[in-house]
């Protein structure tokens, strides 16, 4: 399972998104895409380690406001217990009405993996929970 918070900040102009996998699951994933072993955790492969996750998300969680692709940079990772907390963010972000989220995160691994997307929005939360194969949702406010 992995769990997706998005949240719009207004003041600052962008969504800053957090995304919580399991660190197994996910060094597995990369594993399998990229035919090498993966060591997510160490620290003196951080920055390969870095770019490695952000071209995954780049593939398999993508963000469309208002029907427009958003691109999304990530700005670190770090471990917090048996699982892998990734950071990104979205520049100049004006506000929107719609907000599409693609996640499709390990299901190349496991058919069993099911996507949990929370979307803070000045109007309210939204929740959603993608169980494969299902990889899209969108939210309205």
Not at 18 to 32: N, P, V
Request: contains cysteine; glycine residues 4%.
């Amino acid at each position: 399972m992995s769990v997706t918070e998005f949240e719009y900040k207004p003041a600052e102009k962008e969504v800053q998104v957090a995304c919580k996998i399991f660190t197994d699951d996910l060094e597995g994933a990369l594993k399998l895409s990229l035919q090498k072993k993966v060591d997510i955790l160490n620290a003196s492969a951080k920055k390969e380690n870095e770019q490695m996750l952000h071209t995954y998300l780049q593939d398999h969680l993508k963000l469309q406001l208002n029907g427009k692709a958003v691109p999304m940079q990530m700005i670190g990772f770090e471990q917090e217990g048996e699982a892998v907390w990734i950071y990104l963010v979205t520049k100049n972000t004006a506000a929107f009405k719609t907000a599409t989220v693609f996640n499709d995160i390990l299901y190349s691994y496991k058919e069993e993996q099911i996507n949990i997307v929370h979307f803070k929005h000045a109007n309210g939360r939204k929740s959603y929970r993608l169980n494969y194969p299902e990889k899209q949702v969108t939210f309205s406010w």
